[in-house]
Each structure stands twice: as C-alpha cells, then as structure tokens.
C-alpha cells in the first residue's frame, strides 16, 4: 500500500491576510499576485465592503484569479484569520519603538520556506493606516520592505507581489518551471562540440578566413564565444550544416527547404 505524498512546501503552508482593506479593487490585485507566484490563499479581515470579493473592481483587477478571489474566507478578527498557524508576520513601511523583530522580505521568506514545521501567516494593514500596534505586537516578527527612503509606500497588492515572489523564489531557487515557454533541446556532448569546431575551422580555412599556418586567437575565441551559450546537439548540427555548405561546391550544394 502506498503512503500519500504529503506537499510541505511552502505553497501549502503560507497564507496572506488582507486586514480591513478599503478598495476593491486592491484585493482583486492581491488575489492575482499572489496566484502568478503558485499561492492560493487568501484571508479578508473585516474589508470595507461586507461583499469585497464580488465587487466589481475587485473582479477586474483579479484578471485571471477569480478563483483564487471567489475563494477568500472574510473572518471577523485578526484570530479568525490565523486559526491553524503558529507563525505570523506583519509587513509594514512604519517601523515601532516596541516591535517585533525587523526582518526583510528575503530573510523571512527563507526561514518559512526551510522549515516545513511553519503554517504561516503574512498579514498586511489598511491602506492608509496600516497595521495597528497591538496587532503587530502579536506577530513574530515585522516585515519592512527595503525601499526608496524617501517614498517606502507601496501599494498594498505590490506589497503582496513582493513577498509572494521572495517566498515563491525560497522555494524553487533557480530551478526551471514545468511552464517555461520555449523550445529546451538536449545538451551537446563534448565529443559532439569538438567535432563541430574541426568542422567550423575546415571551413573558416576554405574561405580563407583563418590561416592554417598562422591561427593565432580566432578559434579560441571562437570556442569561449559558443561555451556561453550552451549549445543543443540540434544547434550544433546546424553549425556543422553551414560548415559543410560552405565545403561542398557550389554545383554540388542542394538548396535548403
């Protein structure tokens, strides 16, 4: 009998909080940043308006994340919201006397991503006011974004961004996406490559661009030129093609398709 897979990552694990936002349109924002970055949820703490998901501005700005939006719980209180989680950040441009300890997005995000024992919460204030003091004080830990000094204020769904991507990069690192747009062939070998430069310099030598007797830099110049590049077994092949064109006389050659 096989044991289901249980997903730790922090995907699963982290869940922002919107607390007694005033615009529509900021939540549906909020909704469709945090969705771009893989999470899914997202919790309302008393929003202006009772039906803040099924506004209008709240829908035209999800673009795409409806379900992400139409999937909010709207508790009542600030306990509500962080039932099940035993950590809780608070971000905000305004730093206290009296805080919890000042992290960067990036710091936090590596901690909650490296301990899969975090159910966490991410909790962003109004607005205007933004969070509350005695509010903060409950958190583990104050978030302050790194920002201009002279103008910190961010929009409240490009803080989201902000800190969906830090948590979403944790994770993942440099690892290549499943969605990645675009053709990714096999690498060529180094017998492969090797083969493709006594190829490439025949032909440099038959048009007489390279000297035989007097080579001097090009052809390792040429090879640091194509190692930054990473050549596919297919690109490799189309530089021997061009190689051998050039090599085959002109009455032999058959045209490309």
Known sequence: MNTPKIDNSVFKRLRFVLVETSSPGNIGAAARAIKTMGF?????VNPRFPNAVGEE???AFASGAQDVLSGAR???SIEEALQDCNFAAAISARLREFSPPVVSPRTIAEQIA???GLNAALIF??????LPNELVQKCNVLINIPAN?????LNLAQAVQVLAYECRMAELGDRKQASDIGFQGEMAGVAEIEGMFRHLEEALVAIEFLKPDSPKKLMPRLKRLFARTQLETEEVNILRGIARQILTP????????
């Not at 002109?250 to 398709?257: G, T, V």
């Open 149 to 153: 000094p002279d103008y910190s204020s």
């Open 125 to 130: 204030g109004n607005e205007r006011f933004g």
């Open 40 to 44: 899914g949820e997202l919790v309302l």
């Open 114 to 116: 490296g301990d899969v």
């Open 74 to 76: 709207i508790v009542t």
């Open 57 to 59: 501005a709240a829908v």
């Open 250 to 257: 002109k009455q032999d050659r058959k045209p490309k398709q």
